[in-house]
């Protein structure tokens, strides 16, 4: 999707998706909302791994993508360890998984709102 709709498109559309995603397990009682949460949860998943060596590429010089690219990735993978913890912490207190696909929500509506104010600075 990045060649023909451009970097901003994909990562909204693709952060708008699994938005609909966690929206879908907030009100998963229906299993008419199942497929939802299943193509929610791979568009998130694929944005977290495909996206930062893309998003490096389209905001950094050339000369540091290499190390914007480190950076992203070492940031990826500490969310995706601290993610799970942070998840049952929350079940722990509230007994639900609610607040915890809010946090989800308003984290991709954060990064949906910084990929469209950003503009790439390339030499």
């Not at 193509?39 to 490096?56: D, E, F």
């Not at 010089?61 to 070492?74: H, P, T």
């Not at 990826?76 to 912490?89: E, H, Q, R, V």
Request: proline residues 4%; hydrophobic residues 50%; contains cysteine.
């Amino acid at each position: 999707l990045y060649d023909p709709l451009g970097v901003v498109k994909t990562i909204v559309i693709s952060c708008s998706i699994g938005i609909i995603g966690a929206l879908s397990y907030l009100f998963g009682a229906n299993q008419i909302l199942h497929p939802t949460m299943i193509i929610g949860a791979a568009m998130a998943t694929a944005l977290g791994s495909v996206s930062y060596p893309v998003l490096a590429r389209y905001l950094c010089k050339e000369e540091l993508f290499a190390s914007a690219s480190g950076n992203a990735s070492a940031f990826n993978f500490l969310g995706s360890s601290i993610a799970p913890f942070f998840m049952n912490y929350l079940y722990d207190i509230t007994s639900s998984y609610s607040i915890g696909y809010v946090v989800s929500i308003i984290m991709l509506i954060f990064v949906c709102l910084v990929i469209i104010k950003t503009k790439p600075t390339k030499a």
